[in-house]
């Protein structure tokens, strides 16, 4: 009922919502109070709020994943005009790429762009070791995230909705995707599911289907390099040697140099860039640590490109 009275206060019924949990408080009173305690496991809770970190605007995205995501935050915050016409807003996202390039920072966005709370699940506490756990505890996350207006983020969703046809899986696992594809049908429209995967091969083809948007997000490439150092140094206001070149090297240059890296590895050559500029003060010299950092990463991932490429030291 609770999940009710939530989705009637969605549609801007809060009469009848009103109505409905105060006949829940009724009932709840003449029963014994035998309710179970928020979703947990012997490993704690089973979800975890967030407060998102970034907005859609600090985020570099092609212009196809751009225009897709405002048009999913634009339905949502039109979904009455949408529930005049009998259309619902869309809700499932299934975001996929190599690791560090984004999935987990544009589900924050998105929850952003929404005003609601990120809910990360977690799988430390859902995976059970008894039969039927795990299903039962990823009802008990629906359960929890139908409350109210959210955004329900699965990372390394591939964890649980693998490939139903494997042979080397066991039939729990199997159980376990159908469960979990029943929930996401039931999963209220105000209630939007993200969903990450780093292997998505590996998903079952059921739950493909289940999403009606799904995002491809690829390593950055150079341009994208380019302005994300751009934006850092304006950010953060580095002067220094070059007039135009806050760190004494031009984003374009930065761009070509660290050309093949995820986003995240480019946060952190940025951080650490950062992190010594701060440590130099008064007399720091932007340019200079950029060097010395760009020789350190150098490094740090020539036996990478090496062993790649079937090179030898």
Not at 38 to 65: H, M, T
Not at 161 to 178: A, F, P, Q
């Amino acid at each position: 009922m609770e999940a009710l009275a939530a989705d009637e206060r969605a549609k801007n019924h809060n009469i009848l919502a009103d109505r409905l949990l105060a006949q829940l408080q009724v009932r709840n009173s003449r029963e014994p109070q035998t309710r179970s305690l928020p979703s947990r496991s012997a490993a704690g809770p089973l979800v975890a709020e967030s407060a998102p970190k970034r907005r859609l605007d600090d985020l570099i995205l092609s212009a196809d994943a751009r225009e897709i995501v405002g048009e999913l935050v634009a339905e949502q915050h039109r979904a009455d005009l949408l529930r005049s016409y009998c259309l619902e807003p869309r809700h499932r996202v299934l975001l996929a790429g190599p690791p560090g390039n984004g999935k987990t920072s544009l589900a924050g966005a998105i929850a952003d762009a929404l005003s609601v709370p990120l809910l990360l699940v977690r799988y430390e506490a859902i995976i059970g070791s008894y039969l039927g756990e795990t299903a039962q505890r990823i009802g008990q996350v629906f359960e929890h995230a139908r409350s109210r207006r959210s955004v329900l983020f699965f990372d390394e969703f591939d964890s649980v909705g693998k490939e139903r046809g494997d042979l080397h899986e066991t039939g729990e696992i199997k159980r376990v995707v159908s469960s979990l594809l029943l929930q996401i049908d039931a999963l209220p429209s105000y209630v939007v599911v993200v969903t990450a995967s780093n292997h998505p091969e590996l998903l079952d083809r059921a739950v493909w289907r289940r999403f009606q948007i799904r995002l491809e997000l690829p390593p950055p490439t150079q341009g994208q390099i380019e302005e994300w150092f751009s934006r850092f140094a304006k950010r953060h206001d580095l002067a220094a040697g070059n007039a135009g070149s806050p760190l004494g090297f031009s984003p374009r240059s930065l761009a070509q140099r660290l050309g093949g890296l995820s986003f995240a590895e480019v946060e952190d050559f940025g951080t650490d860039v950062l992190r010594k500029v701060v440590l130099d003060q008064p007399g720091a010299d932007p340019k200079a640590i950029v060097e010395r950092r760009l020789r350190h990463w150098k490094k740090r991932y020539e036996p990478e490109r090496s062993g790649s490429t079937g090179g030898n030291a």
